[in-house]
């Protein structure tokens, strides 16, 4: 697997903009003004085609790399982490249509 990740251009706004978000997250919890997070992700749905090797004494469970693929769904993922709430949406497409 390979990550992706968006190397940002760390100037004095960049540092700034992250010690804003930083300063946020670390204020104390007021219901009356709560900092809600945001998160998306495509996730492939797989299923095996071959069983599985059962685990043994010191050998973990063993999956063949052969799948067959059953499409795509998007997770969206929405949370409050110092209310200790979370909601995840998965949907067949990113758009309203």
Partial sequence: ????WCIPEVNAEFVLRMEDVLDLYNE???PKKPVLCL???PYQLVEEVRLPI???PKQPERYDYE???NGVVN???FFEPRAGWRHIEVTQ???LI
């Fill in 1 to 4: 697997m390979k990550e992706q």
């Fill in 54 to 56: 059962p685990a043994e």
């Fill in 67 to 69: 799948y067959k693929r």
């Fill in 93 to 95: 497409r990113r758009t």
């Fill in 39 to 41: 998160d998306e992700r």
């Fill in 75 to 77: 997770l969206f993922a």
């Fill in 28 to 30: 104390q919890y007021n």
